[in-house]
């Protein structure tokens, strides 16, 4: 989703909860983990995109997390492997 300039991978709502997703993917783990790709600056723009979505699109009283997904496919015959981090911060350390 496009937030003026700014890019929102995924945005989900269940009632008052309103989650943003960053997801980042790789085709193996090695050597950094997707997750360990999502730094300072890259949580900041989410941060700031999320602020300008509910702002524009008046969703409300809504509480908002940003979460995130790290794909990896190497899996038996390219299956993916997922890791979900709720309420991210950084640094971002894969487990």
Known sequence: M???RLELDVVARRGSLLVVCE???RTNARPVFPAETIGRKKLERVRRA???L???RKLGRVHARIDAAAVVFDG???EPRVEYY??????LRHA
């Open 2 to 4: 496009r937030v003026g």
């Open 23 to 25: 997801v980042r993917s």
């Open 50 to 52: 999320t602020a300008i």
């Open 54 to 56: 509910l702002r524009e």
């Open 76 to 78: 038996r015959d390219g």
């Open 86 to 91: 709720e309420n991210v911060s950084f640094p």
